[in-house]
């Protein structure tokens, strides 16, 4: 192919014989903050590891016997299950709204991204009131009928497995929605034009071309909302799965062990890790990069009535199952208490809280993610030794793959250990514990993962050759990256700013642990009010927290549709890992 | 070049400027909700002129305090249950506190003789019975070991048997009839479920208004909350579906309550707060802003709650109840009491 010929035609420039001392220092500077951004990430893995070790006494004989074979059951087969559900539906949705017409497409595009500003905790909650014999749905469908006795329409349970993989799923698909848009829209134009040319149609086209091709940023999306899922609590514990997770919040706050917690969670991450390589391993066998095309907006092809209507209730129902439905039940809650209280007085405070240490924290996280996908990048080159630069890469997934709050505890007791340690070169340096920065340090942990993954992604679009050239004019390392690839990676990047403020200002456990004296924010004031039972208060905040994210979702979109004019820079248009 | 450096070390600054310092202050750390704290600590600082500064802390609360060491700024800790709350004292995050005005205003089994923890609230956990399905001669009589009986087999709801409220009616339960027959207990529990155990108290009392189930367990605030309407008329509803059962001179009672941390930098400030929450006017707000029961021998009861009826509670050791919690969150385990 074109690619492939150009990739032949250029050849790598040499080595030079002596390298400046600045491309040198450049280089090091770089790779010694990926490693220094790993290292933070790994801080909260290594004081569990400490907690680990110092043993849980008779434990895991009743572990082993009690707990872990159902849990893992019990996990396995939600993460199939939102496996199955977010694939599915996030491939299948992106599929019909990229390279097909029917009624609604356009609002689809937009719409399906929506459930991202949902918390999965506010989700569940919201639907095991709607769902409930005692709720709105049950109640209308009596009355319909002429029923009396709740127990007379059997509807299925909400707080259960499947209700769990519903609840999850719909809440989480848009991560693989994203992504595979991204992928339809920039790589497979000229493609599926091909495949549409020899005859292939509809399903064989999605099977034998667009599935394959899009697949990797398939994987990276769906490995987000699998970790998601993995270490949730609150929607799980809620519904009533008992997952790893929960056996770990269980042992760690019920038993009071805090180092049979460590363990557990230290064997989730083993087995993450061995199936995230696992699944690196089959994405490495799988080559066949795509070049990123101007211009490369498939042809949407016209589906007949029939068909677009089915297309348009396949996109309809996720939205409705991870948005409109809990929305709209956080509308009419908020709306019941604001109309008797007023809004919380604090309301603003919150907001603020909430929008300035998500941004921190997406401030410092972007930079490191760009070095952390830049070191990989070092490592995917043809040219090129690998330095380790694709493990930190992996690495930085560890702080995602903790359940947050063991994560938070982690870093709690590592802050700890340092703040020991520069006690002692005197009192001048600013203990870190109980501060902002801690907090921030601990959405650092969280979530370097996502943009990590996205901009690796991003960067594998971006051909060797462009390196290459910009070297062989003799720039180096930190020029290539600042001049080359950051104008080509800034769609990926402000998508991926854009989930990491998102997810900053969802997350609850590591927030509430961490933060320092009277400072709530929007997920901390929700769940204070939810916990107490006054769940219209609560309300308030929940639904402040998804018009917050709206903007940003709103941006999100925007940034991931292919521009129509055609300039001289190339835009790769990633939106998602 | 320097310019962006400058502005990342500002903005570093400012996330680790301390909060100016006031002239009194106490800090605390709590697990009780801010939407019951608030009251309690704007009184306070109404009276006092002592500022109180608070974190809301779900889980881990313990660990912020053994990581911060003597470093930690905290100088109350508020936790409800009395595992999290001998936790502390366990772990020696907590300091003795002699006060004439604590012992006098609290029993002395609700605290501990050296003054590491005093109880500040009592906690009663009831049986709720659908007014509709079980006639009132029936449910006054009933019992926590009732609800094991076959009779009551698929109308039984209950939240996790691992959440701390359960685990401590459990070990309450075990002190009184040994682990062997709360064993046989938890599974005739569990085989009268009739759904998984989760959700929260309230729910409880919804899924017994809806039908799922006929009798349930909740703590008595939860009750009290529900028909106050405080949490909506939806949850009235739900409250007015149950009769709140404390069984006669056996009822389990769990407790709030509170400690001066080991390092606390105010801890004259401490001990006045903690001697302001056992005081008449703040054992009020807990009784009245919470549903919960004073420990303050003669403060009134909110009056919806003093409706249940009387609490009189089981005779057994606070610290004996954490001391068994362990062995029955095993015991639930084995059962597989969640599944």
Redesign the interface.
Known sequence: MKSASIAEGIRPPGRPFSLPFRRLRAAGNLRLGAALSVALVALPVIALAFAAARGSGDLWPHLIRHVLPHAMVETALLLAGVGAFVIGVGTGTAWLVSCHRFPGRRSFAWALVLPLALPTYVSAYAWLDVLHPAGPVQAGLRAILGVTDPRAIPLPEIRSLPGCIMVMGSVLFPYVYLAARAAFLTQGADLLRAGRGLGAGGMRLFLTIGLPMAWPAIAAGASLALLETLNDVGAAEFLGVRTLTVSVYVTWITRSSLEGAAQIALMILAIVAALLALEGWARSRAHGAHGVRENARPDRRQLPPAAGLLAMLFCLVPVLLGFVVPVSYLVWAAWRRVEEFGLPPDLLTWIGNSATLSAAATLLILPAALVLAFGARGDAMPDRKAMGGSVLLRASLMGYALPGGIAAVGLIVALGGLDDLTEGFGPWIPALSGTAAALVLAYFVRFLAIPAGGLDAAYARIRPQMDWSARSMGAPPGRILWRVHLPLLLPALSAAALLVFLDAMKELPATLLLRPFNRETLATALYAEAARGTYEEGAVAALALVVVGLPVIALLVAGGRPKARSGKRMRPNEARP | MTRPKKAVLF??SL??A??AAHAAEV?LYTTR????MRPLTERFTQETGIQV????????L???L????S???ADVAMVVDV?NLM?LVDRELTQPVQSKALEEAIPANLRDPQGRWFALSTRARAILASRERIPEAEAAKLTYEDLADPRFKGRVCIR?G???YN?ALFSILMIEHGEAWLRDYLTKLKANLA??????D??VA??I????CDVGLANTY?AG??LSG???E??K??GEAVRVVLPANETAVNISGGAVTRHAPNRAEAVRFLEFLASPEAQSIYANGNFENPVRPNAPVNEIVAGFGPVTPRNVSLPEVAAR??AA??IV??V?F??
């Open positions: 903005a570093l996330l680790l301390p909060v800090n909700e801010p939407g019951l500064n608070t974190v809301f802390v779900q889980g881990g313990a660990e912020r053994t990581a911060e060491g470093r930690s700024r595992g936790e996790s691992q959440h701390p685990t759904r998984r155990a989760t959700g929260g309230r729910e919804r899924d208004l809806a039908g799922l939860y909350l529900m405080r949490g909506g939806e949850q509803r739900w919690r362990a969150s095993r385990d084995e597989g969640d599944r």
